[in-house]
Each structure stands twice: as structure tokens, then as C-alpha cells.
């Protein structure tokens, strides 16, 4: 069975682990990427099997850390699902890659309703990693000042 189907199959079950809010504020910066996984998630020593666990829900729109069964002491994976209700929609789980914030990025600044200064703010929250409640924090005090 591929890493996919697997994957799919603890979504579908709701076999996966709650890790929402045990991570709150600012991302980690990259050094203290793993110290901050093992602290919430045991991600380096608890690894004897694949492990699935919710860290993101926005309704239908959900965000999961795989734990590899023994691939290596810190690899990590990160994938979406879609939701519809309470299944998945279209079977649409995968792991996001660069190409897709690409591609989302490019057609976000096509639409002549969305300001060009908001689109820069939300990049540079990215690239400051900072957590979604600042995030929506710096959204709303832009389109109150517009």
C-alpha cells in the first residue's frame, strides 16, 4: 500500500491524532523545527508506526502531519484534504508542493477585486512565519484602513 492510500485511509477513519493548539503563535523557525515536533509530537521517538495527526481545520479544508513508520529519525510530511461534510471530497488528500502556492499566488493577483498591498502583507506573514490568528490580525486592521 503506498504512503497516499494509507494516508487516506487514517483520514477517512478518523483515526488520526488531535494536535490542534498545541502549537500556538509564531512557527517555529527552521533550527527549531525539530525540537519544537518532538516537544508537541513525539516525532523522533515515537515512530514504530505511521502516524496521522490533525493540526488545521477550517471546516472543509484540513491540514495533517504524517510520522513516518522509521523512515529516517525526523522526516515529516505535510497534507491537506478537502473535505465535503464529514468525507473527503473527490478523494482529494495530497501534499502540497511549492507549484500550488505558485499557482494559487497567480491567480489570486489576476482578480482586479483583491488589493495588490493585501496580497504582499499575506506573503510577507508567510515568510515571517507567523500563525494564522496574526495573520487574519494584519488582514483586518488593512481592509479596515481601506
Do not use: C
Not at 487516506?8 to 517555529?28: A, H, T
Not at 525539530?34 to 523522533?44: G, L, V
Not at 513508520?69 to 491537506?80: L, P, T
Amino acid at each position: 500500500m503506498d504512503h497516499k492510500t494509507k494516508v487516506y485511509e487514517i483520514i477517512s477513519q478518523n483515526r488520526y491524532e488531535n494536535g490542534i493548539g498545541k502549537i500556538v503563535g509564531s512557527l517555529p523557525t527552521p533550527d527549531k523545527v525539530r525540537e519544537e515536533m518532538e516537544k508537541h509530537f513525539k516525532a523522533s521517538t515515537k515512530r514504530n508506526s505511521i502516524r496521522i495527526i490533525l493540526v488545521e481545520d477550517y471546516g472543509d479544508y484540513k491540514i495533517f502531519l504524517q510520522i513516518p513508520d522509521g523512515k529516517s529519525k525526523y522526516d515529516f510530511y505535510v497534507w491537506r484534504a478537502l473535505f465535503e461534510g464529514s468525507k473527503i471530497k473527490d478523494d482529494d488528500i495530497k501534499v502540497p508542493m511549492h507549484n500550488n502556492l505558485a499557482e494559487y499566488y497567480t491567480k489570486l493577483k489576476s482578480k482586479p477585486e483583491i488589493e495588490k498591498d493585501l496580497i504582499k502583507a499575506v506573503i510577507k506573514l508567510i515568510i515571517h512565519r507567523w500563525d494564522v490568528p496574526e495573520i487574519f490580525h494584519i488582514i483586518l486592521i488593512i481592509l479596515m484602513w481601506n
